[in-house]
């Protein structure tokens, strides 16, 4: 024994049905631009971050090169240059030579 169903019923779920199946693809699409758009947003991020990090480093390597300058003391620095200057470079390299072997 079969239950007759009203046309309009057997039309308003048709009607819900097509609704459905018709916004899917606009639902997937707008799914994925939401999900492409957090990608990039989460791309942006990381690459401020490395570049704070990147600039973080700089200024660290900055630090220690000015320090390192800074603790030559700068008489025996111009002492040394001057000894380089007048005299002969080959008998300065075979003298440092001979105390570099000499600490061996």
């Known amino acids: 024994m079969t239950d007759p ?4 019923i057997t039309d308003a779920v048709t009607q819900a049905n ?3 199946v018709a916004e899917a693809p ?4 707008g799914t994925l631009y939401q999900s ?6 989460i791309l942006f991020q990381n690459a401020v971050s ?9 200024q660290a390597a900055t630090h220690q090169g000015v ?5 030559v003391d700068t008489t025996a620095g111009a002492a040394a240059t001057e000894k380089v200057a007048q ?18």
Do not use: C, E, I, R
């Not at 169903?5 to 309009?8: I, K, N, R, T």
């Open 26 to 29: 606009a639902v997937s699409m």
């Open 5 to 8: 169903v009203s046309p309009q």
């Open 67 to 71: 320090m390192q300058v800074y603790s």
């Open 87 to 104: 005299g002969g470079v080959p008998d300065n390299l075979t003298s440092l030579l001979t105390v570099l072997k000499s600490f061996q």
């Open 18 to 20: 097509v609704k459905v």
């Open 36 to 41: 492409m758009g957090h990608s990039v947003g």
């Open 50 to 58: 490395a570049q704070q990090q990147q600039n973080t480093l700089a």
